[in-house]
T-cell receptor, first 116, second 117 residues
Framework: AQSVTQLGSHVSVSEGALVLLRCNYS??????LFWYVQYPNQGLQLLLK??????LVKGINGFEAEFKKSETSFHLTKPSAHMSDAAEYFC??????????????FGTGTLLAVQP | DSGVTQTPKHLITATGQRVTLRCSPR?????VYWYQQSLDQGLQFLIQ???????AKGNILERFSAQQFPDLHSELNLSSLELGDSALYFC????????????????FGPGTRLTVL
C-alpha cells in the first residue's frame, strides 16, 4: 500500500530563511507525488507535482521539490520564507499505473509558521 | 478559485440526522472525489465517481453514500450522524482525458464544514 510520512507537524522559520518541509513516501511502483497548501478556512491548492518527468519540480510561489528515489523522499523547499507562506502543507501520493483510480493519499500535514 | 463549488459552506445539525453535501466539478471534469478532513483522522479519501459510476472506495462508512448525476455534479449523503462525523468535507475533480501529465491533478473545492451537535 502507498503512504507518505511528513516529518514535523509544526515548523517555524524566520522571514527570509530557508523553508524545508520533509516528506517520505512508500510505494512499490514509481508514484505520482504532490504538495498541496491549505490556508486557514480554505480548500487545498496544488503547489507542485512529480509525474516522473523531471526529478526537480518547480511549483508556484517559489516552492520546489526534488524527487529522490534512493531516499524515497520528496522534500519541499523555498529559499526565502515570506509571511504569506504561513499555512498547512500536505504531501500526497497517488498510484501511477494508469488504473481506474487516482485517489490521493495524504500525509498528516505540516503547519508552517513564519516569524517576522 | 479552483472552479469546483461546494454547498453549503457550513452545516450544523444534530446527532441522528441526515444531511446532503453537494459538489459541482470544474467544467469538463469527469471524476469527482470526496475527502474528509478531521482532527482525528487527517485528510482521508472517501469515494470517487467517474462519469456517473463509482470508481473507488476508501474509508467511507456504511452510513455514508454518494452519487454522481448525469450533469456530473455529485452529492454526498451522510446519515445517522454522530459527533465524530464533524469534519470538513472536500470535493475534488479531475479529468484523466486531458492527458497523462494532468491525469492525477485534482482541483479542490472550498469544502463544507459539518458540525454535529
Amino acid at each position: 500500500a502507498q503512504s507518505v510520512t511528513q516529518l514535523g507537524s509544526h515548523v517555524s522559520v524566520s522571514e527570509g530563511a530557508l523553508v524545508l518541509l520533509r516528506c517520505n513516501y512508500s510505494s512499490s511502483v514509481p508514484p505520482y507525488l504532490f504538495w498541496y497548501v491549505q490556508y486557514p478556512n480554505q480548500g487545498l491548492q496544488l503547489l507542485l507535482k512529480y509525474t516522473s518527468a523531471a526529478t526537480l519540480v518547480k511549483g508556484i510561489n517559489g516552492f520546489e521539490a526534488e524527487f529522490k528515489k534512493s531516499e524515497t523522499s520528496f522534500h519541499l523547499t523555498k529559499p526565502s520564507a515570506h509571511m504569506s507562506d504561513a499555512a498547512e502543507y500536505f504531501c500526497a501520493v497517488s498510484p501511477n499505473y494508469g488504473g481506474a483510480t487516482n485517489k490521493l493519499i495524504f500525509g498528516t500535514g505540516t503547519l508552517l509558521a513564519v516569524q517576522p | 478559485d479552483s472552479g469546483v463549488t461546494q454547498t453549503p459552506k457550513h452545516l450544523i445539525t444534530a446527532t441522528g440526522q441526515r444531511v446532503t453535501l453537494r459538489c459541482s466539478p470544474r467544467s469538463g471534469d469527469l471524476s469527482v472525489y470526496w475527502y474528509q478532513q478531521s482532527l482525528d483522522q487527517g485528510l482521508q479519501f472517501l469515494i470517487q465517481y467517474y462519469n456517473g459510476e463509482e470508481r473507488a472506495k476508501g474509508n467511507i462508512l456504511e452510513r455514508f453514500s454518494a452519487q454522481q448525476f448525469p450533469d456530473l455534479h455529485s452529492e454526498l449523503n451522510l446519515s445517522s450522524l454522530e459527533l465524530g462525523d464533524s469534519a470538513l468535507y472536500f470535493c475534488a475533480s479531475s479529468n484523466p482525458e486531458r492527458g497523462p501529465i494532468s491525469y492525477n491533478e485534482q482541483f479542490f473545492g472550498p469544502g463544507t464544514r459539518l458540525t454535529v451537535l
